[in-house]
């Protein structure tokens, strides 16, 4: 909503960000959808995905494909960011227009002039939003060194989803194919995603498909249990898991250590300090564990011969980590239990209590979805 609104305010744009897998580009892919099926005269959207070859010129060579109104030189002169605004002025539109991957722009000249552009547009109250999505922790790290361009941007910062919102995910999907869920499966597999919707739909969909092949209409927990082993042998993301534990060197620890990592309590930004990777990592081995024996695979963990796996931030005695990919988090822990004998401790912390199941009152007493 707040986005949409947004197309009410000339002068006004946004720059969505987060961590990746929490949502931005289903947003980015569903806001261009909203505006054009409203078929309201003169509103129209578009949505251009950003590359790492893309420059100013081809950004909006692609934004004006998407708006079905050709860039023509003859008529409208070089792109500038002077001529964007006068070209889109000129038209009497109100637009939406959705620049996604921003994060994978590398043409610093691109991401200076686009801020240019965003500035003379809001000095212009030119009735196009430009939306700004990428990776990032912050709306600094979505701009780079362009820090003027905020002043002329909404900032939204996209969080991990809560568990409501994750079970809501499940619950539409099911139904929406006439299916039902055992409650402790839906809590499961929303528990075990982590607030990232990416494997809510991942396992909740591996799960539907393991039902269906057993002429079943209701998910349960044997068929979480199946789709979670399915997920981890067919996950574009297995790569990256193994660059970072595996090792030709007998006895290592970095598979035991890169799970305990996944375990460790975070702050709101998803950072961690090797004191906190003791504890998960000492139930993993079932012994206790000092911070010298692993600090080396911390280390290890953070640099290009384990795929930089982790962030490394702070100075000696004081480092703090987080996963470079968050979706490295969810997954080591779904790998944790399909591959290892993991304690009782650990299992607890990714399957729902009874009081969390409980939580859903409104569902039948066979544990399925409300109808």
Partial sequence: M?????????????AVYGERGVGKTSLANVLPLLVREARVPHLSAGRVDCNTKDNFATLWQHAFRELAAEWDEDRDGDISPE???FRLARDQETRLLVFDELDRLEDDDALSLLADTLKTLADHDVPTTLMLVGV???IDDLVGEHGSVVRSLRQIQMPRMQMGELVQILEHGYKGIGMSADREAVLTIAKMAQGLPHFVHLLGLNAGEIAVANDEVCVTMAHVEKAMDRTTSSHTILSEY???????QTGHLFEEVFLACAFAPKDALGYFRAADVRGPLGKILGRRVEIPAFARH????????RGYA????GVPRQFRYRF?????????RIMGVTHHELPDALLAEMRPDPEEINLFPDWPSDLSLPP
């Fill in 83 to 85: 001529n964007v605004r």
């Fill in 310 to 313: 982790l962030q490394k931030e």
């Fill in 2 to 14: 707040e986005c949409l609104s947004a197309l009410a305010q000339p002068g006004l744009h946004l």
């Fill in 136 to 138: 990032a922790k912050s």
């Fill in 298 to 305: 911390l280390n290890e963990l953070s640099s290009d011969r």
């Fill in 324 to 332: 470079a990919n968050p979706l490295l988090e969810p997954f080591a």
């Fill in 242 to 248: 193994l660059t970072a534990t595996q090792s030709a």
